[in-house]
């Protein structure tokens, strides 16, 4: 039948079809598949599959012959042209060639309206995914949305002979927006064009230079320190011989992929999202490599040797291959990260097959050493994923070259990389920034930082002592970020605040303490605030005989465990204050627009939403049974648990109690919530004796959320003592209170007991509730022994009970017993507030004078434009300045421009002072932006004369009348501290 006569019926048979992929597992070739008989063949094949155990064979006679693809689904996924419709399929190839496949795809009218060039180039599986958006016209302009009909593939040029197999083919409704450029569609997915996507980078990578030539010849140091990096490493990749449970692990899997011997057949090998039942993933690949490596170079297994052997071969023909995509490749370092060490003892193995150079070449590629060809790029972001999980295996690579000389280069490269990537990065993108945070996804994540930086360690753990170690620039940053989630953590947890999608027990892993004790050693002397750290976060660790000899070592040189970090820091790329007293955290969080609060997946954190609205959490209780000889600090031990954790109830958080099915994410897939307001982080005053945090909250409008929700809020941390107090309360929605929670402990025993205005309580379930109107204050005594002091006219609940709720992930019922203190607004509240003092290791003097109703603080005003307090121990006010203010009443402040925190400190003639205005100012952008944080200028008026002690080169002042006005320029949300001398 002619090709346009195919066209011209299939217009009939478009009203309904299924979208699936095209199965070539029959026993006749589909209807919707011609070529000319005169020019080609077309047979069911089981050589090669990459699905089932059949493919469709093409075998061509003529130069440019054609195979006509009339499938329904061609023409039935344009509708979803703006979603990535288009087509995926894999395609085996025998024999390489220097022309391409051209597709094409026409309309009813037989005109060509997409096309795309596939590049042959190879031998094996290739991925061929393409959305119609991403094709090219044939004048080579933009795609738009077309009738398209029929796909044409068009055998390559000057080669009148050939044949290929074709799998796993389908027609589209959405290409996966990570399809992945490669040698055969360099440009298949244009929505990669940026640095931001490093999965997908592979291929641009490859075509880098090296821009550091191989040297003539190494010096005897040279060769000295680029041995010791190549022996150490080495000898870290061995591992252990197999145990009992591996091997029967091996056998399951030489079961699963049932390779043939000449490696060209078995399971097919897919990206983990996109499995078949019968498929394999990348982690499978790697288990199999790893084990069977093990048994051969460790047991001396001749068929573990045999099986790693099919295994690469399998490995090369499945597409895991040099300049192969594989269709897509996202997060393929989290499960391949044992292979380059397998691959790497088994060198001599493969040599012996003639493997190794095409092995080398192919896993190299795989480890993306080839960005490192060239300086780091700044702008590329989500570093910590590379850091995690492809340092290592790009170290491995760079000791593959040739000859000492090549290995030196590529090592030398290496190292600038890795140098360049500790730099302070720009904006919301991946890396470390100024004020220490460290971002992935947009936002500080320590649970992916913290598993970057211990893959650093890792890498420090080769390097040092040689010329390939950090630089100073590069460790004084990476020194900073350590430092900064050691204060952000106790002992190891850093709490819910900054948990991301995990919101419970998120902890410096062992790998991460580890990297404390690699990083201190990177100077010719010992960083002794780096090892003490390492020393201290060790309690409760398990010990591995790495940190014996550490220990040891650190101990020989005279250093001791740090004491615990003391005061406030801020962090306020996070939105986050920590507060340091004795041995307790106390994390301040709020969000903003710029500052996500809570990352919501799928299958992750579902009730997530409430993480950073102003959340007080305070850790600081040990465990109650020894751990590894210690009793350390924990989340847990503080009293924070999920089985029937109320997710509406994070302590410390402003917000609308709604029902779970409510609060749910209204989005099936991931979010990173912001919200309207730019006013949300802390400050601090003579580096951390005191500080404070402040917040403007709101809601977008969207479902589910409630965009009249309001709220001002302050926290202001003075020695034990934390107030925090809140004005402009306000919800024009009618039907869910709105409630301040104090905290929400969970009961280890029903009769443990809280106390209320010295009153015992072991009495369950218990309800106590304050009216507004009572004129009692409260003294309250929560499960872990911190003090909170509520003054009258607010109305208070406390109670003990059991809570039911819900699992984070699959959402499944949970059940536990919490203590529960928290004020409630009532529904529908109108510029409501409230006030309350946390006392943190209380003294019997300060619990006497509350008894009293003596609290050490005047709350000077507390309303929709200010909150102000005086702490009248430490004589120092904070401001919390929401609106334009002036005002006559306060002794020191005439005026001030909004959203700004300051503290003052009045002494003799002296007035020690900070000024912080917290918004990073990045402007308006969707998931992440390299744009830097811009400054902005604020300016305040104090009442009567003053000058810098020092002079400050973000602050400029001038006398006004019986006044001086300040002026600051703010960036970064770091605050700027000053002392200024009264002039009489």
Known sequence: MKKHQLISLLIVFTGAFALSAQSFEGNAIPSTIVVDDNTSKLSLSRDYFKDGAQSLQWNWRAEKASLLFTDAEIHGVVDSFDQRSGVKLWIYNETPHSYPLVFQFRDTNNTIQYTFDFNMNFTGWRAGWIAYSDMWTPDGGKTSRQNVVSMEIISPENVPTGKLWIDRMEFTSSVDRQAIPDAQIPENNRNLNREIWHWGLLHKWEQQTHDIDIPARLTPRESKHLSLVYDQLKLSSKKRSLSDKEKKQLQQLINRFAISDDGKRGAPLMQKDNMLPGDVHFGHLDQLLDLSARGWYMDGDKEAKHTFVKAIRYMLHQGFAYGSGMGTNHHYGYQVRDLFGAIWWMEDVLKEQGLWEETRRAVTYWSGLQEARQPFNNLRDEITDSWNTLIIPRLICALWGDNENERFRDLKELSRWVNGSMRFSPGTIGGIKIDGTAFHHGGHYPAYSIPGLAYVGRYLKSVNNTLFTLDEEAFQVLKFALLTIARQSNLRDWGIGVSGRHPFNGSINKNGILTFAYAAMIPEKTDKELAGEYLRLMEGAGRFSE????????????????????????????????????????????????????????????????????????????????????????????????????????????????????????????????????????????????????????????????????????????????????????????????????????????????????????????????????????????????????????SFVIEKKTQDSKENKQMNPTQGKFATAYIDHGVAPQNETYEYMILLDATTSQLSQLNKGITGYAVKRKDKTAHIVLDNESNTVGYAIFEELTTDADEFLLRSDKEIMIMLQPAANQLNMSICHPDLNLGEYTYTTPKESQPVTKEITLKGHYSLDNPVDSISLRISGDNTVITGICRHGIPIELRLHKID
């Open 547 to 794: 940190d014996n000899i550490l220990i040891k070592q650190f101990e020989s040189e005279g250093i001791k465990p740090n004491p615990y970090p003391q005061g406030f820091y801020v962090y306020n790329y996070a939105s986050q204050g920590i507060y340091r007293y004795n041995k307790k955290m106390v994390s301040l969080k709020g969000f903003t627009r710029n500052v996500w609060g809570s990352e919501i997946y799928t299958r992750d954190n579902r009730f997530g939403r409430y993480q950073s609205y102003g959340s007080i959490q305070i850790i600081g209780t040990p465990s109650p049974e020894a751990v590894n000889g210690g009793f350390p600090i924990t989340e847990e031990a503080s009293r924070y648990r999920e089985q029937g954790w109320d997710w509406n109830r994070n302590p410390g958080t402003t917000s609308i109690h709604l029902p779970l099915e409510l609060l749910n994410s209204p989005l099936r897939g991931s979010d990173m919530l912001r919200q309207p307001e730019s006013f949300a982080g802390a400050s601090r005053l003579n580096g951390g004796e005191s500080g404070m945090f402040a917040m403007k909250l709101g809601e977008r409008d969207r479902e589910n959320f409630s965009p009249s929700f309001k709220a001002h809020k302050s926290v202001f941390t003075f020695g034990n003592r934390i107030i925090a107090l809140g004005s402009a309360i306000g919800n024009e929605k009618g039907e869910y209170p709105v409630e301040t929670t104090l905290f929400q402990q969970a009961l280890v025993e029903e009769k443990e007991e809280i106390t209320v205005n010295k009153k015992k309580i072991t009495e369950f379930p218990y309800r106590h509730t304050v009216e507004k109107n009572s004129g009692e204050n409260l003294l309250v005594k929560s499960l872990t022994g911190d003090y909170f002091y509520i003054p009258s006219g607010q």
